[in-house]
């Protein structure tokens, strides 16, 4: 575990909480590998998971590495890193709330990216061992499993796609879209933009291109300033802006 992580000890992995058995409360089961299981197998699993929390800019694992764990957000943003020969890193995928990553320590493999936190995150530290028994005694288990493989590749699929080539302007959409809270049904959006470095690392684009596009969002108003780099969006207005 990278320096710098802190256990949550009000979470649901603290000895000291009354409710640390009671997974099947969990704010975000539904959206994890273990929705499908009853209350009696969480219970049964409990005990080797734990909760981290990790500053923005910190190293939750590195490329290559062999810790016998994989991780499932709870939340804020993770990026998924490959570091160049040149020393330069390319962004291959970005991480929300309920993306589980780290799945290739299940077959062997080190760790093929480097996940870093973009802003401040929990997550679910879950060993490899866990996996393993629930895909001998669950099915479904194993099914989820193969979803979140199919959401990697699909997810990596766009990031080449719409993160990496293409009009600077629908790259920038595409990262807001990204980075944005879950979509509500109708009303604004609202996003939390990283530092002008990060993003145009992310899109390969030089800090100047991508602070003009910003600049003139804000100029006609499509996004809106809150405070703290936080911002208030119409999402047609946004596309509408993206494909002009």
Request: glycine residues 6%; contains cysteine.
């Amino acid at each position: 575990m990278t320096i710098g992580a802190q256990k949550k000890e009000v979470l649901c992995t603290s000895k000291t909480w009354i409710g640390r058995a009671d997974c099947k409360h969990c704010a975000i089961r539904s959206r994890v590998l273990f929705s499908d299981l009853s209350a009696e197998e969480l219970d049964s699993i409990l005990e080797p998971i734990e909760v981290y929390c990790f500053p923005p800019g910190a190293t939750i694992y590195d490329e290559g590495g062999e810790d016998e764990i994989l991780y499932t957000v709870r939340t804020g943003r993770v990026k998924l890193a490959r570091y160049l020969s040149d020393g330069t890193s390319r962004i291959v995928r970005l991480l929300r709330q309920g993306d589980a990553f780290g799945l290739e320590r299940l077959i062997k493999k080190g760790y093929e990216h480097s996940a870093i936190a973009l802003n401040r995150v929990n997550v679910c530290s879950i060993p490899t061992r866990v996996l393993k028994e629930l895909d001998r005694t669950n099915p479904g288990v194993h099914r989820q499993l193969l979803e979140r493989w199919n959401e990697h590749l699909r997810h990596a699929d766009d990031c080449i796609a719409f993160l990496s080539t293409g009009p600077i302007r629908r790259r920038v959409v595409y990262l807001i879209n990204q980075l944005a809270e879950p979509v509500k049904r109708g009303g604004d959006q609202k996003v939390k933009l990283l530092g002008r470095e990060d993003m145009a690392a992310m899109l390969g684009v030089r800090v100047e291109s991508l602070s003009r596009v910003i600049a003139e969002l804000k100029r006609v108003e499509i996004l809106r300033p809150l405070g703290n780099d936080i911002y208030e969006y119409d999402a047609e207005l946004l596309q509408s802006y993206a494909e002009d």
